[in-house]
């Protein structure tokens, strides 16, 4: 990003935020934002859909993560809240009702690398690598802005849905500190988030800003009683414990006269064990004879790091070079399992494994330059222009032997050798931006950008962008781009095989053997084409009102297809050299891989408003809305090379219906001297989906399933917070004060009687209401 340091740092025009009504003060609409224009401008001023979120807002929605917090305080963020095996260690978030893949994340304006860790489990997450939010410290970052328009034109691959840019502090002073704990009402889940961080400069002209949290979530339990034994003691639904450690720091010096060195670097650590279904004691007797939960168990190191040099002329530009390098890995373990067909044969088992390994990095470098240019406009024209070379690799590493020899382990197959390997791949891009004011209301954004991917051919996007400012009291805006987005290289190459009480699931690579015995063909980019209008409207003082429309249509979209099931799924996996257990119900044994598989499209509208009541001697009271109404059709299903249509009825629900039609957010936050009180109202909309019958005549059929909506359901967040002096507040509240949960699926669908909440549909969790008390410093 071409942007001076006093862009990046808050900087502002209309003196103090006011206080939002999310409960924190919030970013003026005098804000200088930096996301979706290479010139800056006012948040106000922007020609397409962006929501700043400052710091305090982000502490005020009173989250353990990031995630959540901007679930809670964006009306088109939804998240998926329950997961299942090794991908429900990974939070995600969705944008416009799309997939996680399709959210560009970038950190002070540079593309964040992904993580290692594939959620393969069918569903509308499945196949997501995203950006792990929750390995940033939040004490690190100043704002966040989320564009909700089509930026690929504008930052490449993924930014289909939009762009999450983390804009971290750059401060040379201060000191904040945090903590807070909490319960869930059913008296579990306890958790834990703690953190600091702490300014200071590098001579008269520079500074670093460091930062460090520790979270800590202990296991939920959701589920019923097992069919199997009518007791409680299959724990398999419900999050796992996680504890977590962040560091950070981000820093500038100026090294001479107009040029400055910059650069941040962040680590994560990442400790997560999740429960899987209960083996009963006839599994392994000699072993276990009152029969075993395996635990899934990850270790996970998360870092990056930039390091760049800008300058105010080179040869009458301004320039930014900067190099950027990121790297998660993971390793997945079990604990409190064994290996049926290892003990048959050696009358020995290991109960504790290493089960696969994954790692994936990314290495980015940029320059970029840009300058005003006089041509008698209302205002100088902005060009920009640039560059960007860089590299991916992912890595899938083999298991211990003993955790793939015969059928492997319980609950999750080790990765044998057969499916490991080194991938990779370079891309190349050039981009180039115009924008000038063509009269003193009329503002015009053009953006081209050209990339060449060395396993997924090259494509050019471009992207219009305007705003007119037909009264001071009224704008209108728009947008056109097309966008695309590669597959990624897990897409492409993942393996395993989950392995249920009574079944088992393989997820296979897209050019394997078995794959192509299911009718797979070799992946392509999806092809986005995204349009949008909107109305800014500051009607009276203090009252602004956003309302923007858009549709998003994408082609060849990446989805889990191919889905077989029965004896022709266990010959594939059969082909693939994959052993399976014995014992299991064939109809219960399916094979899947990625394919460019639908055409959707998706259609919208977001609303906001925000107004201050002054209540005089009684305090102020900041009111908002802010909502999200959409709606995502299939136009096109494409066939496999076998003639089978590549999603069944369930997968598309999956694609078109899993995500709330609607979410609606009311907030209002009053304040009177040092006492102030939080309350926030938000609807999710109803959700459906086709279940899978899991007893009956048609158990794991298909081309059977049972219709399930997920009703709207409403949850009150609620904080009274008191300042006991300056720089110390005090704060107790609860988020989902009632205990909502949303309404249990049909008997026929409960797995083993224990499933009773969809692990599918992305609106409430499960967990029901959590309880809290908090601090929170600022000197």
Known sequence: MLLPLSTLAHAQTGGPDPAAADGSPKLSQDEIIVTGTRASKRAVDSNSPIQVLSADALKA?????????????????????????VGALTNSIRLRGLNPNHVLVLVDGVRRHNTANIYAPAGPDQGSTPVDLDMIPTNLIDHIEILQDGAAAQYGSDAIAGVVNIILKHEAYGFGAHGLTGVYGHGDGWSSNVGTDYGMALGSDGFVHIAAEFTHNDHTDRGLDDSRTGKHDNKVFGDPKVTRENVGLNFMKPITDGIELYGNATYAHRYADAYENYRLP????????????????????????????????????????????????????????????????????????????????????????????????????????????????????AG???????????????????????????????????????????????????????????????????????????A???????????????????????????????????????????????????????????????????????????????????????????????????????????????????????????????????????????????????????????????????????????????????????????????????THGLLD?????????????????????????????????????????????????KGVRLAVGSNNLFGAHPNRIPVEARYLGVLQYSNIIQQVGANGGFYYGKIDLSF
């Open 61 to 85: 929605s009173s989250q353990t993560n990031l995630t959540d917090a901007l679930t809670t305080l964006n009306p088109s963020v939804s998240r998926r809240n329950n997961g299942t095996d």
């Open 282 to 397: 006839t599994v392994a007797p000699s072993v276990f004879p009152n029969g075993f939960s395996p635990r899934e168990i990850t270790h996970e190191d998360d870092y990056a790091g930039t390091l760049g040099l800008r300058g105010d002329n080179l040869l009458g530009f301004k320039w930014d070079l900067s190099s950027t390098y990121g790297r998660d890995q993971l390793r997945v373990s079990m604990r409190d399992t064994v290996n049926l067909d290892l003990l048959t044969a050696t009358g020995s088992t290991p109960t504790a494994l290493d089960l696969q390994h994954f790692r994936f990095s990314q290495w980015t470098n940029d320059l970029g330059l840009s300058r005003d240019v006089d041509i008698g406009l209302a205002s100088p024209l902005h060009v920009a222009l640039g560059g960007e070379f860089r590299k991916d690799y992912y890595k899938i590493g």
């Open 400 to 474: 211990d032997p003993d955790s793939y020899y015969g059928s492997g382990t319980q609950a999750l197959v080790g990765i044998a050798p057969v499916s490991t390997g080194n991938f990779s791949r370079n891309v190349y891009a050039g981009w180039g931006d115009i924008e000038a004011h063509l009269t003193s209301k009329w503002d015009v954004d053009l953006a081209g950008r050209y990339e060449d991917y060395s396993d997924a051919g090259d494509t050019w996007t471009g992207k219009i962008s305007t705003r007119y400012q037909i009264i001071p009291q009224a």
């Open 476 to 670: 209108i805006r728009g947008t056109f781009s097309n966008g695309f987005r590669a597959p990624t290289l897990a897409e492409e190459h993942f393996t395993n095989l989950f392995v249920s009480p009574t079944g088992a699931s393989g997820q296979l690579a897209v050019s394997s053997v078995a794959a192509k015995l299911l009718g797979a063909t070799p992946l392509k980019p999806e092809k986005s084409t995204s349009i949008s209008a909107g109305l800014v409207l500051e009607p009276i003082d203090r009252l602004t009102v956003t309302v923007d429309a858009y549709q998003i249509y994408i082609k060849k979209r990446i989805i889990g297809g191919g889905d077989y099931n029965g004896q022709t799924a266990i010959n594939a996996l059969t082909a693939q050299g994959i052993s399976l257990p014995s014992g299991l119900d064939p109809n219960n044994v399916s094979a899947t891989y990625f394919a460019n598989g639908a055409d959707t499209r998706t259609r919208g509208i977001d609303v906001t408003a925000n107004y201050r009541t002054d209540l005089g001697n009684a305090g102020v009271i900041d009111w908002s809305v802010a909502a999200t109404f959409n709606k995502t059709s299939l136009r096109k299903l494409n066939n496999d090379a076998n003639g089978k249509p590549l999603l069944n009825a369930q997968g598309i629900s999956y694609l078109v219906d899993a995500t709330p039609r609607n979410k609606v957010i009311l907030g209002a936050h009053w």
């Open 677 to 725: 009180l939080n309350l926030r109202e938000t609807e999710w909309g109803k959700a459906s989906q086709e279940l899978s019958y899991t007893v009956g005549p048609n158990a794991y059929s298909n081309t059977l399933f049972i219709p399930y909506t997920a009703n709207s359901r409403w949850l009150t967040d609620i904080e009274l917070g008191y300042k006991i002096f």
